[in-house]
C-alpha cells in the first residue's frame, strides 16, 4: 500500500476530473464543482493545499445519464464504482476510481484507489414541513448503513452531541443482523429522486458530508459559471459568494484544523 503525497494526490485527482468533463462535454452533461473543490478554486484557484480530494455533483438528470454511460465511456484505467456494481461499496455516493494507482488508507480504514466522488443534485419538497420529513426519512436512512458500518466510523471525526449518542447506541445494537446495507441504500436512492429538481425551490447534495446544510435555493447553483482550478477552468455554482457562505460563513479565512478536509489517512499530512 502506497502513501502519496499531497502533490501526487492532487495531481492524479485533476486526470480523473479531466477525463469525467471529457465525457460531460462529449454527453452534452452539466456539472459543479461543490464543497471544498469548489472553495478551493476560489480561495486557491485550485485544491485546498491540505485537501486531498475533489466533489462534482450533477443534476440528477444528468447524474442519471453519467451513471449509465461511464463504464463504456471511462478509458480503460478509470472506473465508475458505487453500491449497485460493488458488493464491497459501502456508500451512496458513486466513484471515479483511477485503477492504476496503488491502494491507500482511507479514514475509515478502508483501502481503496483515488478516486473523485459525483454528488447528484435532488430537489426537496417546496412545502417545509414536507421538506422536514424529507430530511428525517433521509438522514434516518443514512443512521441505519452507519450503524451497520459501525466498527468503521471515523474515530476523530468532529461531531455534535447527538451524534455521539447515536454511535454509542450504534455499537450496542445488533445492527449486523437488524440491517440490510445494500436494501438501505437502494431505498435513499428512490427517496432522493423524489423530488424533481427542475420544480424545486431547493435543491441539494444531502449525502455530502454537511448533510442538510447541502441544500441551497435552486438560484444558489444558477447558470454553470466556469471558474479557475489549477490549469483548467471548471463548471461552480453561479451565486459563489451565496453558496460558499451558506456552507461555510467567513469562507476566505482558512480553519483551525486543516486535517477536517482530509479524505484519507496518510502519515505525511501536514
Request: with cysteine; proline share 4%; hydrophobic share 35%.
Amino acid at each position: 500500500m502506497k502513501t502519496y503525497t499531497l502533490e501526487e494526490i492532487h495531481k492524479i485527482d485533476l486526470k480523473i476530473a479531466k477525463e469525467f468533463i471529457r465525457i460531460c462535454k462529449k454527453n452534452n452533461l452539466t456539472y459543479y464543482i461543490i464543497g471544498g473543490t469548489f472553495l478551493g478554486a476560489i480561495r486557491h484557484k485550485g485544491f485546498i493545499p491540505w485537501d486531498d480530494d475533489m466533489d462534482i455533483a450533477m443534476p440528477r438528470k444528468d447524474f442519471n445519464i453519467f451513471i449509465n454511460i461511464a463504464n463504456q465511456e471511462l478509458k480503460d484505467n478509470y472506473h465508475l464504482v458505487n453500491h449497485e456494481n460493488d458488493e464491497e461499496y459501502r456508500y451512496s455516493i458513486p466513484r471515479v476510481v483511477d485503477l492504476t494507482t496503488e491502494t491507500v488508507e482511507e479514514r475509515n480504514n478502508k483501502k481503496t484507489h483515488l478516486a473523485i466522488d459525483i454528488f447528484p443534485i435532488d430537489g426537496t419538497p417546496n412545502n417545509l414541513i414536507l421538506r422536514k420529513i424529507y430530511y428525517f426519512r433521509i438522514l434516518f436512512n443514512r443512521m441505519l448503513v452507519s450503524w451497520y458500518y459501525i466498527d468503521e466510523v471515523e474515530k476523530n471525526k468532529k461531531r455534535t452531541k447527538l451524534e455521539k449518542i447515536l454511535i454509542a447506541l450504534g455499537k450496542i445494537l445488533p445492527t449486523k443482523k437488524m440491517i440490510k446495507p445494500k436494501k438501505v441504500l437502494k431505498k435513499i436512492d428512490v427517496l432522493l429522486q423524489k423530488n424533481s429538481f427542475e420544480k424545486s425551490d431547493n435543491v441539494g447534495t444531502i449525502m455530502g458530508a454537511y448533510k442538510v446544510r447541502e441544500i441551497v435555493p435552486k438560484e444558489f447553483f444558477g447558470k454553470p459559471t466556469k471558474y479557475q482550478f489549477e490549469d483548467i477552468k471548471l463548471y461552480g455554482p453561479e451565486k459563489y459568494d451565496e453558496y460558499l457562505t451558506h456552507m461555510y460563513g467567513d469562507y476566505m479565512s482558512p480553519p483551525e484544523n486543516k486535517n477536517e478536509n482530509s479524505h484519507y489517512a496518510k502519515e505525511d499530512k501536514k
